[in-house]
């Protein structure tokens, strides 16, 4: 994995066979990120799991083979727990397109990823009762 900024925006290559969830875990600790946004993602993934929520639920499915990565996009919250939410979109080999909530993912051959921190605002997570999801929050000004 390597990874970069310049002024806020911090840009991410990772490599065949890592986690993508782990592999971004360990780039907000480096970057020191605590709210921002992921703006851009390409490449190809590999044993991955993509859900769509049904109003109740996640139905989730697994697809082990490759497929090319089209775009990545998402936030970043602060705390500990779901802190990453990432939706993507991918096509296989006879340009079938799927997408959804990304769960779970490993980088086939490389993935090249655009982060945009937000300074100037904090975003986070609570648990809305009426949709069970753990929905954005917003907040102007830094709390710290």
């Known amino acids: 994995m390597l990874s970069a900024e310049e002024k806020d925006h911090i840009v991410i290559k990772l ?11 360990i780039v907000i600790e480096k970057h ?19 859900g769509y929520y049904n109003g109740k639920n996640y139905i989730i499915e697994r ?9 990545m996009h998402g936030s ?9 939410h990432i939706h ?19 980088v086939c051959v490389l993935n090249e990823i655009v982060i945009l921190r937000m300074n100037e605002m904090d975003l986070s997570r609570k648990l809305n009762p009426k949709s069970g999801l753990m929905e954005l929050e917003v907040s102007e000004g830094k709390t710290g």
């Open 88 to 106: 993507i979109s991918l096509a296989n080999s006879e340009h079938k397109v799927f997408g959804g909530h990304l769960m779970s993912a490993k």
């Open 63 to 71: 697809f082990v083979d490759p497929m090319e990565l089209l775009s």
């Open 32 to 50: 020191g990120i605590d709210s921002a946004l992921i703006i851009s993602g390409i490449g190809m993934l590999k044993d991955f799991e993509i």
């Open 76 to 84: 970043i919250a602060k705390g500990k727990e779901n802190r990453i």
């Open 15 to 25: 490599d065949n066979g890592e986690d993508v969830f782990k592999a971004l875990g």
